[in-house]
């Protein structure tokens, strides 16, 4: 990583607000060339806090963009951080009407040339998609990096039509917890405990509105571009991780958008900004000026010479990986290559701590977030290995099996996860996919299974890009429970599953069009946010435990870097968070889940001091789950709010 200190133009920054029709003014950070003449202009536009929580990432990437000749903003939400107003829930109709009033303002300030882009990591790169979508005339260009096109599908509270745990009650309570933050008075002065009484009343938590819609609904496609690609008309850059559950929108955007105006970029990271991996970044910021100049000064930079789509393939072992180039998507280089198991019918009935071994639903680069190796839940699955011949195999594409099945109760769901098998014997994660069993015929409408009747059943996998060396074997495990990515079945019947009626198909590609030359990751030099240490060190990112006698398996995550982080303004910011899943071994109805996250932000020179503790616990039985929510608020020692809300979600109609 270089921080480079030399740009072709000085720069300034100032602290702005952009002031919205109806009134509220949203809190926005702005970095600037040094210039009398006009020039396009870059926005960020997210819930984080541009005023803490982002100010290590802004400082290496706003301010470089401003030392090529672009005005970079960063803008807080509605409800978030210093700006104004409430927050809203998903895909929040007004903030993303307030997205396009602010990319409106920004192309009628006198210093700008009227083009603007937009680029956004994660949720805000989905909303910069959805605002494209909306196709504001000043909006040219977009990078969504690790952004779903379909919350639905990808990334969001379901997988495969089943409801999710770990991801669902984490995120929910690191939600509210982050949406309760205050203002912060050295930027908003005395006002800043009123906005926040205001802002915590409208507060609610996202479990009951996500379990409510187990299908993919009107609400569901109205949070993603999915249905709605054709509106777009900006230039889009898709930029994913290997590693980040968002990853299938690079292929479906490459595939649905003109190939004239998009590209996709993918590699193995978590969800980060493809240069903050340390091994393996890329030259994200020179790439993405490069695409800026395109679209927004009309400069011929090459981009559209490039192919449509750039893969950075995993390796089956330690080593750099490989780029692979296609010009169109699907790819003529890719070819369906069908692995069928064999042997006699077979029952699936996985213990109910099989998933354990999953890892992060949503890795972002922490060393416990990618799973361990896959032997013991292999060996909680039912497997069927193909061998690797004397030339690698490259995948790159979504797996798809057709598994047939039989049932003796109507509901039930069915994972399956792609291994690749080393000689030693190691087993590693490629993907993965789930269905639920009572719709297996589509998201849009449940079916109760007929039981003791047989069918087949297909699903796609999630996107992989690995190659499978000779000597190794490809694996094919399948299991009928995944905890604690997955609620239960309360019945755990299982199915049986026949390798006669299966198949693995395999998106292979050929090794040609090698394409991937980029520049060292460079930066600005961020803000120097000191993290001072402690003596207790750091707590265990994953901590398994089994209780034997009992056949309980108890899952602790720490899914939060934790600490006191001090800024340069004497701003202290602490978070915490801890996760806990336990389960019986035996016993589907006895899983619980509880997530917990602590916020502190102090300013001692101002006499500042708010603490938050934001909760999030489940349990199911038969007829459901019950989420639990509870939030409190701290001004110094005074608890200015507190409030526990509890929902019981009937689980789908079979």
Not at 29 to 57: F, G, I, Q
Not at 85 to 98: K, R, T, W
Not at 326 to 343: L, R
Not at 421 to 439: E, F, M, N
């Amino acid at each position: 990583m270089r921080i480079r200190t030399d740009f072709p133009f000085e720069t300034a920054h100032e602290d702005v607000r952009v002031r919205l029709p109806d009134g509220i003014a949203l809190y926005a950070r702005m970095w600037r060339p040094v210039t009398d003449e006009p020039v396009p202009a870059l926005l960020e536009y997210a819930a984080d806090r541009l005023s803490d929580a982002t100010v290590v990432r802004d400082g290496e990437r706003h301010p470089w963009y401003a030392g090529h000749g672009y005005a970079s903003v960063r803008v807080d939400v509605r409800g978030h951080g210093n700006s104004e107003g409430a927050p809203g829930g998903e895909s929040d109709a007004a903030e993303l009407a307030d997205g396009v009033a602010v990319v409106e303002w920004l192309a009628g300030q006198p210093w700008c040339t009227g083009r603007v882009g937009m680029i956004g990591i994660g949720p805000a790169g989905r909303t910069a998609l959805q605002i494209a979508a909306l196709a504001p005339p000043p909006l040219r260009a977009v990078v969504a990096v690790c952004a779903s096109d379909d919350p639905y599908e990808t990334d969001g509270p379901f997988l495969g039509g089943s409801l999710t745990c770990r991801s669902l009650h984490s995120r929910s309570a690191a939600r509210l917890a982050q949406a309760a933050r205050p203002p912060d008075p050295l930027h908003t002065g005395d006002a800043w405990r009123t906005m926040w009484l205001r802002r915590l009343e409208a507060i609610r938590p996202a479990v009951p509105d996500w379990s409510e819609h187990p299908l993919r609904d009107v609400y569901w496609r109205s949070a993603g571009i999915r249905d709605d690609t054709d509106a777009v008309r900006a230039a889009v850059l898709a930029v994913s991780g290997l590693h980040d559950p968002a990853r299938d929108t690079v292929l479906r955007l490459v595939e649905q958008l003109p190939a004239d105006r998009v590209r996709g970029l993918l590699g193995p990271w978590p969800r980060q900004y493809p240069d903050r991996d340390p091994e393996r970044g890329i030259g994200f910021l020179q790439e993405t000026l490069r695409w800026w100049d395109q679209w927004l000064r009309d400069r011929d930079t090459g981009v559209l010479a490039e192919p449509l789509l750039r893969c950075r393939l995993g390796p089956s072992a330690p080593g750099p990986g490989r780029w692979t180039g296609d010009d169109v998507w699907p790819s003529p280089h890719v070819t369906v290559v069908p692995h069928t198991p064999a042997g006699d019918p077979v029952p699936v009935r996985s213990p109910q701590h099989t998933g354990t071994d999953a890892g992060g639903p949503c890795p972002v680069g922490h060393p416990a977030d990618l799973p361990p190796d896959q032997r013991e839940e292999d060996a909680r699955s039912v497997c069927f290995d193909f061998p690797v011949g004397g030339t690698p195999v490259v995948v790159l594409g979504r797996p798809r099996v057709t598994l047939w099945l039989r049932l003796e109760a109507p509901h039930g769901h069915v994972v399956a996860r792609l291994c690749d098998i080393a000689p030693d014997g190691a087993s590693t994660l490629v993907t993965r996919g789930a269905l639920d069993l009572a719709a297996p015929a589509g998201r849009r409408r449940a079916l109760a299974w007929r039981p003791g009747t047989a069918e087949d059943v297909s699903f796609d996998l999630s996107l992989a890009g690995h190659t499978f060396a000779p000597g190794h074997r490809i694996r094919l495990a399948v299991s009928s429970a995944y905890w604690p990515w997955l609620w239960p079945d309360p019945e755990a019947a299982g199915f049986t599953l026949d390798p006669a009626g299966s198949r693995l198909d395999l998106p292979v590609r050929e090794p040609t069009g090698v394409s991937g030359v980029f520049a060292e990751p460079e930066h600005s030099e961020p803000a120097a946010v000191a993290v001072p240490q402690t003596l207790d060190g750091d707590p265990p990112r994953l901590l398994l435990t089994r209780d034997v006698t009992a056949g309980l398996w108890t899952l602790d995550a720490t899914p939060h870097s934790g600490g006191t982080h001090v800024h340069p303004d004497g701003l202290e910011h602490t978070e915490e968070a801890h996760e806990t899943y336990a389960i019986q071994q035996d016993d589907p109805l006895s899983a619980l889940a509880e997530t917990t996250w602590w916020i502190r932000l102090h300013r001692p020179e101002l006499g500042w001091d708010v603490r938050i503790e934001a909760r999030s616990a489940a349990a199911c039985d038969v007829t459901g789950f019950t989420a639990t929510d509870e939030l409190v608020c701290r001004d110094g020692d005074e608890i200015v709010f507190h409030r526990t809300w509890e929902k019981h979600v009937p689980r789908p109609a079979r």
